[in-house]
């Protein structure tokens, strides 16, 4: 059913997010042999998460007590992701990751703009909402817009060094109550929110997820930067304006340096990891 | 007491949600014989648990930090669940299950539309609330009612892949407070909200329990679907009724992959497992 | 000082409920033997606590997560609960027990009506508030009507299966504040609150406790009924009297079965305990 | 800087409250001997904190499972305290203690009436605000009013039976917010409900603390009285005050009975310790 | 972008809190000799992050259960934290620290003044808006900003005893939101703010950082002073200044002693450690 006060969406990678905090005193107590091996598997396993339109698992090592690795597993659907889990779960480098919190999601464009043109244009061909005939239209105006974006939709992780990641609502007050506000509203409302995004559009790279129905916030957003400035100046221009002045609600922020897989062992052993090219 | 402020309800199943994280570096140090045995017996222990009419207790891989393993017991009484509680907790797999939260409830059929029309019709026979000739009468037809819609109190869990459970209130604000509006009201916002329900019906199945003077939330929500992404559009869509938007607050959010209780020892040795048919 | 602002209260047994999680499979873990005389032991001392006007400590098995094992302790005093939670850390049991939460309270009698007859009254008698006469006859009224409901101040737990523990608070809200209102206002809308109880009065029985200054919610309420259904109706029911709807905040809630301390040997080794008669 | 419209206060001894769950099992299970010894060091080393003039150790055991044991330490500034702290963290028995809780703050009396008055009386003598002038005599005012309260500001605990500590703060809402009402409005209200507190003078010592800057509540209240009713029938009718209905918002509830520091092993062996006079 | 709604911003060091419980009764267990070498290697490793032009790493130790140990990094971006991090997690002295919160920001100075002369003083040269000449304009003034206030973004920590760290939110409340003031309004407020730390800055030395994009509040306070009753005085006369009183939002406050790097064995051996100067 297309509801014309419901903006469509498009969906595409389901994705997790897992938050560890290592048990450094406990990994630098084992033998260094033993070390090695278990950080040579870890890096193996990881590396080859990263497969041609299967998706990937991007390991951002964190700063500060809420995690120090954090990974971002991007697959086809959740039987992919439940696998995802249970690899890393299986490591034997696992015994020295405590979990400290997720996030489960999947990659989402909204549609404000499309929705409103579609239900404008079936109406003036004559459809009536709700019939069959409408639906079905409508379903082809969307089959064709996914295939418009269906890069943005199974995007490829961006190797930028920052990663900033947060969940976040939208409000519903006693008196401000996003999903009480007619969708022209909300609508123009993310327009102008957007538009501060696309002057940051060459510093950042961002994705959106959807969590309704699958964790405790509405949307998870990951950006992607080579200065971490820009997060603090492209968030802080945000809250500005009248989508997130009044709508937006914030969870935790998670901050990090993005690196590649076979700089683990690296990480494992103390040092800063690089993120190759 | 039948007042006319509150709408009936028909109770079926008592239901116990009970959510584990295992301690999986913990059982990978076991021995291998050992794991087996321990593995066979609690995946026995779960298929004896689905007895025609007893109930059933439905195992759930669940994506996330915030548990591994979820358990939905469905029972006769709170005799039973403590039972089953008991059960699980007698396991020898019981040392690697470290119970993360949980949910007591009853699976619960509100009755707005019912609730009204009872009235009416008692109050058009001249029977007087509070009489006891009108309290039997009322009992009367509750009985009735319940006769009809046995089979959904006492549901067999679908057998779909994919399961979401979150928690949820009714709002008691300053100003919007559910439990301050006329009954005709809620019924209004309720049979609104019901209609989005039924749009998705062939799509996903719903158990609804209540936990007032359970637990910590007002209700439990459980929904089967073979496709995730319909847990999303649904919630999403129903987030701009009235009876959401104004008066809904959601606990957290659990999402996962039901399984056979005869692949549980798959699952214990690292493998997503299958929901057999 | 008698406020007229205030309703007096008449206060009778010191209560601490203390809930424990039972770690399971350390317990389990232990030689059969040790066991046994462990749980003689700990049965054996909850028996003796259950004395003549001394007070009793009520075992009841939880369902869920909060805890396995509630125990509700009346006392004539601090120190009497002192030497109770003493007694149960000095268990051997005690080490399989972890605390997950508990509550200091006094059970109480609420006498709206009451104080606003007595300062009527004295009134009438022409005597002014604050001087040494009015409060004289004022404590004399209500030692009188404190003899007169001692066997509800220091009543006896009933032998009910399903026990349903809750915190409560009145809302001090920006707009609804229980405690700006009138005492008027307040007495009629616990009158009205209180209808609700006495229809239920041969299915439930309710101990209502005032923590103010001793824990975090400002009264406990203990249910206990021999069909746990009856909790939910009745709360659900008194969710909608102006009294519950505008001003009760709920905290967590726990339900079990009340069961016979004789019978704490059985729930230790895995079965459901009885309550007997 | 006295700015006119922050009242007045004057400090006397930063205080430190710790509390601790005891890790009873862990006791027990260690032999007689090094119980008595470690028993026999840390009520040595409490009672030796009493010393004239430099601040006193609290030793009071608490009721439920947010502590068993709470220590209330008085010091001349922050270095003692700290060294305190360290003290404790230095005793054998720290081994079976895990710190639940603390709270940082001074003795501190409000001068409301006393800010309005200097202020009339130096804008009398023609001064300005703000002048260096002003200032001085300002200070000159505050150092005489110190020393006539000197007895307050550096109070030694008294010998009663039972305490209750909480933390609070004033409201900041956005309707309601202390912080924005006048100091007209403010004064006239903190001395009504300082009357009440003069109703209770006999039966309840209170000591007020601050925590702006030092710890996550405003303030600290201490409560000490022969029966633990007063804290009740005292709190209870302050929450009727305008500024507890309408402006106060409370932490957590600690409450236990105090005893000599000489009592401690025979707490540690499970009875009820004394309070010596 | 240079939107003339947001206030600009100047960002100097890259700050990393970290907060640790230290485990003293396991630390203690350890042979002399291994904790001479442990607190040795440590108080090296301290010492050494002090660099000319390159941070510092501040030692404090906190009063209270919220953590007894707090470093505060300054460093010149991310990696450099990160490696700070590390080097933490690597030092022996590491298996006896336990985590238990941390706060990531940079050190910020907010130009609202200067942002709306900028804006003035370029509109009067005929430049327009979002332009790239005005953008070009613009970013050349700030340069010339941050060369002035250089000192200031890159300051060294103070040599002063006490240390009061927090962090803070403006209020998006549905009433009052801080967001959606005009800039005047948050000018003139923050302006009227920035009067009372003035009055205070012989006493007391302030530096904020900003933590959007990066932390879970939006900005850090850490406050520097030889006498503690100064966090007091100069927070609460904030309190009643507008921006404080109906937008300020307050986290967790954490208040210790510093000290310098070379006192921690002393510290770690229980005496209070000394800030040599």
New interface residues.
């Given amino acids: ?1 297309h ?1 014309p ?2 903006p469509e ?1 498009l ?1 595409g990678w ?1 994705v ?1 997010h ?2 560890f ?2 048990r ?2 406990d990994w ?2 084992r033998p260094d042999e033993e070390r090695r091996l278990l950080a040579a598997e870890a890096a193996g396993a990881l590396a080859a998460m990263r497969r041609e339109g299967e998706g990937a698992s991007v390991p951002v ?1 964190l ?4 995690g ?1 690795l954090m990974l971002i597993h991007l697959r086809r ?3 992919e ?3 995802a ?3 890393v ?2 490591l034997g480098l ?2 020295f990751l405590e ?6 999601s ?1 990659v989402e464009l909204a549609m404000y703009e499309m929705t409103l043109q579609i239900h404008r244009r079936l109406g003036e061909r004559g459809l009536e909402a709700s019939t069959d005939e409408f639906e079905a239209a409508f379903d082809a105006e969307m089959d064709e817009q996914k295939k418009r974006v269906a890069a943005r939709l199974f995007v490829d992780p961006p190797a930028r060094r ?1 990663v ?1 990641f947060y969940p976040m609502n939208k ?7 996003w ?2 506000e007619s969708i022209e509203e909300r609508a123009r409302m993310m327009l102008d929110h957007g538009r ?1 995004g696309r ?2 559009a060459a510093q950042v790279t961002q994705i959106i997820s ?7 916030w509405e949307w998870g957003v990951d ?1 992607f930067a080579d200065d ?2 820009v ?2 100046k ?4 945000m ?2 304006d009248e989508a ?3 709508y ?1 609600e914030f969870g ?2 998670y ?3 993005q690196f590649s897989a076979c700089e683990l062992p690296k990480y494992l052993a ?3 990891p690089k993120l190759l090219s």
């Fill in positions: 059913m509801d006060r419901v969406a969906e389901s997790l897992q938050m905090r290592i450094w005193a630098r107590a090592t700063l500060g007590h809420k120090d659907g959740f039987d992701l439940q696998a889990q249970l690899a779960a299986g696992a015994a979990p400290t919190t997720s996030f489960v999947m920052h900033c409000r519903r007050g006693e008196q401000k109550n999903y009480a501060i002057h940051y959807g969590a309704i129905g699958f964790d405790d950006l971490p400035l997060f603090k492209l968030i802080y221009e809250r500005f997130s002045a009044w937006a935790p922020f901050v990090g340096l103390g040092e800063v």
